[in-house]
């Protein structure tokens, strides 16, 4: 049984959520306001110093929004499997990390085969 287009249709019907658009939204525009708060103060600094703290400040937040927004979005998973009665099917999945990975690198071999 191939999984892809469970997948895809998942993945579809979490982007039309708006919720989702809305952190979309804040993070380009985090992005964006610190991307200009670096060229508005840091003017007299070279661009290659100028990128490096660029990256390593956007490195910084991603993580950041990573250790906080992961955990309150799968627990919305579960709580909505739970209210659905899907909670039972969400466990029976096989995404083991091993089985990720090994998909995920078929995947990588076959588009790079195409290609």
Known sequence: MTS?????????AESRR???FGL??????????LLGL?????????T???????????????F???????????SDCISRER??????LLFLTRAHLRFLQRQSKERLLRRSKLG
């Open 24 to 33: 979309r939204m804040t993070g380009a525009a985090a992005a964006t306001a």
């Open 83 to 88: 209210r659905e009665g899907t909670l039972g």
């Open 38 to 46: 670096f060229f508005m103060f840091d003017q007299t600094v070279s």
């Open 64 to 74: 950041l929004a990573m250790a906080l927004l992961v955990p309150a979005v799968t």
């Open 48 to 62: 290659r110093q100028l990128g490096s703290r660029l990256f390593y400040s956007l490195n910084a937040v991603q």
């Open 4 to 12: 892809w287009p469970i997948i895809v249709r998942e993945l579809r």
């Open 18 to 20: 708006p919720s989702n």
